[in-house]
């Protein structure tokens, strides 16, 4: 087993967090993948990993080799890249990650059509609401919405985005339409509790005016889909993403509120690390996806929203 292969098994053991796990991703049998592992071991002359029959853990040599190994892998997929930039076509695994709800409704049937144009090119789609990792989950692209903090990645916006206000027309009728942010103090809001700390804290802007509310209501969720299912009952008033409003305020079912004032915007984002910024695949793929909702735009320009 050569140097390479041997730092990619202890990557992807510690990955799938077991032997079966890991012999499963590289395609091989349990008992190979437990062969290599003694066999790498014996040849450093120390254990890597104590394993039982359900889970392994790092030995603190283990978690020395690993920190290097993803170092060293990251750097021959780099050279890789780099040498192969200079070609236009897209080779290889894309490792692709996205939330939930907008990776299943919009990112999945772009992906489906760049697998058609370019089928040299395999990809994974990995959908999660909770935020990636490039190290530890080795993604290509990530789909994330509003300002990127990290300045060792690469953010190329894909769309705007904004956030709006809503109701259904029939809780409007019974409860009155609010005219203000203060407003919503009176009115049973729907709040979703995702990836905030701060939740149920709305953000209200106006020319130069800023207005902060903390709005209240008996329901909330983690799930943005419950959220907006409530919301159609007639059970509060959402605040959510237009590409999640889009078809229900063009049938009706939903209504928009407070259209004078701007919330924070969460423009929707390709993010990659700087060092695949030369890669075809990657390059290739976000010029796809910038394309894709260029289109739908012009699409849907006639409707209520961009979506």
Known sequence: MGHSN?????????????????????????????KRLRQLEARLGVRLLNRTTRRISLTA??????????????????LDELVASSGVRP???????APLG???????????????????????????????SFVEDAFDVCIRFGEMPDTRLIARRIA????????SPGYLKAHGIPKTPRDLLRHQCIV????????????????REIQTVKVKGSLSSNDGEVTLTWAMAGLG?????????????????????????RLPPADIYAVFPTRHHLSAKVRVFVDFLVAAFQSKRRAAAGGKGIW
């Open 102 to 132: 907008f990776g299943r409704t919009y990112i999945a049937p772009v992906i489906a059509a760049f697998s058609q144009a370019h089928p040299e090119t395999a990809v994974q789609l990995h959908l999660s609401d909770t935020p990636a």
């Open 192 to 207: 979703l509790r995702q990836n905030e700390s701060a939740y149920g804290v709305w953000r209200f802007a106006k020319g």
């Open 160 to 167: 705007p985005n904004r956030r709006l206000v809503c109701a």
């Open 237 to 261: 008033i959402l605040q959510r993403a237009e590409w999640d409003l889009a078809r229900y305020l063009r049938s009706g079912r939903l209504q928009l509120v407070l259209e004078d004032y």
């Open 61 to 78: 040599e283990g978690e020395l080799y690993l920190e290097h190994a993803r170092r060293i892998l990251g750097e021959i997929e780099e």
């Open 91 to 97: 080779l290889g695994l894309l490792k692709v990650n």
């Open 6 to 34: 041997e730092l990619v098994l202890l990557v992807e053991l510690v990955k799938a967090g077991s032997l079966t796990g890991a012999a499963r991703e590289m395609a091989v049998t349990t008992a190979a993948v437990s």
